[in-house]
């Protein structure tokens, strides 16, 4: 199973060429290969009581995509196939993944997974606009757009993204660069199919729950702003916290960052594997790629190589789990 980033849909791993795309490689070596798509995406848009033009059907965060979709996700493939199930997470799918992990929901169906530059925590990130932007989703922008949709092509959000850009040290003239990182091995034409398609949407409230991850630097559930809604919905005044040492420790996991990255930024996944000190030596593999950045890892031309081979090899050495 394929999940990506939260304003991105599965198309993403199609963007490059079959011999070069994470999906296409995969089926070819005899993998079973199911795309996911993020809620609030152009293909997950439907509902069986709320519509997308409502706000009621934005009003969500990362944890409930960590609480409901993925586990949904994964038993569906479960029941559909009979079989555990190898998952790969970039990103935002990075952080469903451990969060659900973490939370033990549907452990028993996956077989492994690999995890591409993993954004558990964001404290470090060294992207000026993804700073400034921060800033912004837990102040006046709550208020601004409420809880609903944020449409990255809509007339509000690209007013929002004018002002973010003009901020002192923000140079959005190369978009991807500026909120990913210097990536090294990017095909220009395959950039250009990305902006085409993406980003999309999401829920504000989404964006607020990472902007929380980026001030407090901790891996916790939605804070609702005061003691009072907390306990409401919680019972405690502050969010709970993921405790990621409550993955199992002999769940494999290959997890692949870049020293370029400026989202998943290098101090920050050292955090996250101190959160996995306990993990069985050999059951955690880490790969370090110096001059990679966030979107190498799905769209880069040398991703097959440095990357994707090493993902088939580690499937194949867990497949018997």
Sequence with gaps: MLRTMCTQDGMTWLLNSPQQSLAMILADRGFDVWI??????????????????????????????????????????????????????????????????????????VKSAALLSPIAFLSHMTTALGVVAAKAFVGEITTLFGL????????????????????????????????????????????????????????TKNLVHLAQTVRDGKLTKYDYGNAYFNVAHYGESKPPSYNLANIPNDLPIFLSYGGQDALSDVKDVETLLDSLKFHDVEKLHVQYIKDYAHADFIMGVTAKDVVYNQIVEFFRSNQLN
């Design 36 to 109: 996911a798509n993020i809620r609030g995406t152009r293909y997950s848009r439907r509902h069986v009581t709320l519509d997308p033009s409502k706000p009621e059907f934005w009003n969500w965060t990362w944890d409930d995509l960590v609480m409901h979709d993925l586990p949904a996700l994964l038993d569906f493939v479960f029941q559909q196939t009979g079989q555990k199930i190898h998952y790969v997470g970039h990103s935002m799918g990075t952080l469903m993944a451990l969060a659900t992990f973490s939370e033990r929901k549907q452990i028993d169906k």
């Design 148 to 203: 609903s949709e944020f449409n990255p092509k809509g007339d509000a959000v690209a007013s929002l993204l004018k002002a973010l850009c003009a901020q002192p040290g923000v140079d959005c003239y190369d978009l991807l660069t500026a909120l990913t990182g210097k990536n090294c091995c990017l095909n220009a034409s395959t950039v250009e199919l990305f902006l085409k398609n993406e980003p999309q949407s999401t829920s």
